[in-house]
């Protein structure tokens, strides 16, 4: 449960953040869309597993959760039972979310942001 609730609360501090003019929206859409995108890749490597069908390459859904897909690769594992077990599947899971966390850090930073402001 501590899980899912790390990863509600992430999104509903994105949420504040963009509302308040601290974070670009288009952030806050990259999150939501990238964590709606993983846990339905989840969701298909779920099913494939259960009906013996060709599995999503776990390099995928590693890569997904690593450009913002996180809260929804965790949310996906408590909530269908998948990819929990696997501890070298795990360590690499909680690296892509320390790892996006840190790039979202430095992004929120007066250098981040003044990086972010200079993309066309």
Same mark, same amino acid.
């Given at each position: ?42 969701? &298909? ?14 390099? %995928? +859904? @590693? $890569? =997904? ?33 320390? &790892? ?14 003044? %990086? +972010? @402001? $200079? =993309?066309?």
């Amino acid at each position: 449960m501590a899980v899912l609730s790390l990863a509600t609360l992430f999104i509903l501090l994105l949420t504040g953040s963009a509302l308040l003019g601290k974070l670009p929206f288009a952030a806050l859409a990259l999150y939501l869309g990238a964590s709606t995108v993983t846990f339905l890749a989840y969701w &298909l490597d779920k099913s494939a597993a259960r009906n013996a069908r060709r599995r999503t390459p776990e390099n %995928t +859904l @590693q $890569l =997904l959760g690593l450009i913002g897909g996180w809260p929804g690769a965790l949310i996906a594992q408590q909530v269908l039972h998948h990819k929990t077990r696997k501890l070298s599947f795990q360590i690499v899971c909680w690296t892509t979310v320390v &790892l996006n966390c840190g790039f979202l850090i430095w992004l929120l930073s007066p250098s981040g942001w003044r %990086t +972010l @402001q $200079l =993309l066309p």
